[in-house]
């Protein structure tokens, strides 16, 4: 049972404009949103987060918005750069039990010129 | 300054042979995470070790999946009797305490191939 979604397996932006994207989940209990960005033949880099008692949260070109009653989420970025394409992961715990993320299967964004 | 190492980068095994797979968490960090990636799939979740606590094993697939952290420090995943399913990148990761907003910071993984 998968309790974290990303129903896209890819996303294509063209350079400069926004990449949006999503990840659903089905534990009400989650409480703790992250996203993980990867590249090829390195571990997951942390991007950034968001507490259940927040709906959105901006870093920079980063930003992550969450929909508790649609248990949804979003990652937007913007301008997108070429540099920005990897495959991006969202990830979910529970913190009241454990610390252990629970991982979408990944979106690969590619941004062309 | 030292990220999560892990060790060996690739291992290929024959079907039924044991492997050992090592990771070097960032020093000062007390939590300590094994993943995996298989092909086309997620991060999968397989154990977690916080300071002196009994870990949580709630993920390992099988009772041929077994982990260790000597000194609170390195730890060593093993595999018994591997098979071909067993094939996937494996992943550490640790972060500075466990709860809270804490990042875990992963390795560039092992990669496992059991022919």
């Known amino acids: 049972d998968q309790q974290v979604k990303q129903n896209s397996p890819s996303l294509s932006v063209q350079e400069g404009r926004i990449s949006i994207l999503n990840c659903d989940y089905t534990?009400?209990?989650?409480?703790?949103f992250l996203w993980y960005k990867k590249y090829p033949a390195e571990g997951p880099t942390f991007l950034i987060s968001i507490s259940s008692i927040k709906d959105k949260n901006e870093d920079g070109r980063f930003t992550v918005f969450l929909n508790k009653s649609a248990k949804h989420l979003s990652l937007h970025i913007v301008p997108s750069q070429p540099g920005d394409s990897a495959v991006y992961f969202c990830a979910a715990s529970d913190r009241h039990v454990t610390d252990k993320l629970i991982f979408g299967t990944g979106t690969r964004l590619q941004v062309f010129p | 300054g030292a990220g999560v190492s892990q060790s060996p980068s690739n291992k290929v095994t024959e079907k039924g042979k044991d492997v050992e797979l090592r990771c070097d968490p960032i020093?000062?960090?007390?939590?300590l995470y094994w993943y995996r990636q298989s092909l086309g799939q997620g991060l999968e979740f397989l154990i977690y070790?916080?300071?002196?606590?009994?870990?949580?094993k709630s993920g390992l697939p099988s009772d041929r999946f077994s982990a260790e952290r000597t000194g609170g420090s390195v730890s060593t995943l093993t595999i018994q009797r591997t098979q071909q399913e067993d094939s996937a990148v494996y992943l550490c990761?640790?972060?500075?305490?466990?709860?809270?907003?804490?990042?875990?910071?992963f390795g560039p993984g092992t990669r496992l191939t059991v022919l």
């Open positions: 070790f916080q300071g002196n606590s009994a870990p949580d």
């Open positions: 534990n009400s209990m989650f409480d703790y």
């Open positions: 020093s000062g960090h007390t939590a």
């Open positions: 990761a640790s972060s500075f305490l466990a709860g809270g907003d804490n990042e875990q910071f």
